[in-house]
């Protein structure tokens, strides 16, 4: 099992290229920034890990310039996002940004996408919130034909564009890994299957017993489909740093851990990481 580091990337926290120099220097194997564009003020959508939002959660930075701070200061380490709200972006432009910092980091970018659950923000970028899934779909198979296409084109209810050139393609053939973030509902799992190529569930939000039930289903699923299930990858952040359980994590087929960093993850962060360097050998 791998073991990657996450940091909700405030403003009070270390910046991402030095954070990222410390996780690469005690061997771990990966980065993951968040995402949310803005947080609307309503607050009409009810802060999904209950009671109120804090207020480091409305200053997390942009995790595609981060990540490419990170990837400047960096060799070795892969560079996720956990996650990027796909619906809320121009397809054309963020294909762009993915392929451009896959290039500048030789191969180095893991794509973790979500649905988006703030239905104020997502409305601010002219997504209805019941069409977010539908929507997230059709601009990722838009930036999945720029990426592989030497003239891209798509048509769809959402994205339309017609034959264009776009470059650079991305180091990654035939692109990044594109990771789904969502729970084990068939909605979800479905998505997984379609067009993705692993699956980021929050276990500690949906439980243990949910999470068991969905793996068995998801594979289930790859199988009637004609995919091995064995490639859809299972990442899981916010695993406790625990031996025990993440080696039983890994014995059920997942492929990488995402310890969370607890905000704003400043200089406090370095002992944490200090503390957690061990499972990296005893995992490996």
Known sequence: MEIGIFSFNTDGGLPPPVLAREVEARGFESLWLPEHTHIPTSRLSPFPHGGEMPEWYKSQGDPWVGLGAAAAV??????????????????????????????????????????????????????????????????LEAMKALWAEEEASYTGRYVRFGKCWQRPKPHQKPHPPILLGAGSGPKALAAVVAYCDGWMPPVPVIGEERFFAGLADLRRRAEAAGRDPASLAVSIPGLPPDEQTLARFAEAGVVRAILLLPPPAGDDALPLLDAWQPLVDLLA
């Open 74 to 139: 960096t060799q070795r380490i892969r560079l996720g996002t956990n996650i990027a709200l796909i619906p809320e972006h121009d397809p054309i432009a963020l294909a762009k940004t993915i392929a451009t910092l896959d290039q500048i980091s030789a191969g180095r970018v893991l794509v973790g996408i979500g649905f988006g659950w703030n239905r104020e923000e997502l409305e601010d970028h002219g997504v209805a919130f019941a069409a977010r899934r539908e929507v997230c779909r059709e601009k």
